[in-house]
C-alpha cells in the first residue's frame, strides 16, 4: 500500500521530505477498508438450542404387577 502526499513542492519549507510516508493505521481502524474479494463469507445463523430435555422412564402397575417400562422426554424448568 503506497501512500501519496500531495504538495509540498522540492526543497525546504513546511512539506515533507522526499520517500518519507504517513504511518499506517493500526489494523483495527483498516477493517472498515477491505476490498470486495476479502469479505467475509456470510454464515448461516446457528440454531438456537431450546430448553434442556430430560428423559424419563417410568412403570405403571396393575394388580401390584410392573407393566412393560413407558418412556418420555420432557423439558427441564430450571437448570
Request: glycine share 16%; net charge positive; proline share 14%.
Amino acid at each position: 500500500m503506497a501512500v501519496v502526499v500531495a504538495g509540498g513542492g522540492g526543497g525546504g519549507g513546511g512539506g515533507r521530505a522526499r520517500g518519507e510516508q504517513q504511518p499506517r493505521p493500526h489494523w483495527r481502524e483498516q477493517q472498515g477498508q477491505r476490498s470486495p474479494d476479502m469479505a467475509a463469507v456470510p454464515r448461516p445463523p446457528r440454531p438456537r438450542p431450546g430448553p434442556a430435555r430430560v428423559a424419563v422412564v417410568y412403570y405403571l402397575s396393575r394388580n401390584g404387577q410392573l407393566e412393560h417400562p413407558h418412556f418420555m422426554e420432557v423439558a427441564l424448568s430450571s437448570p
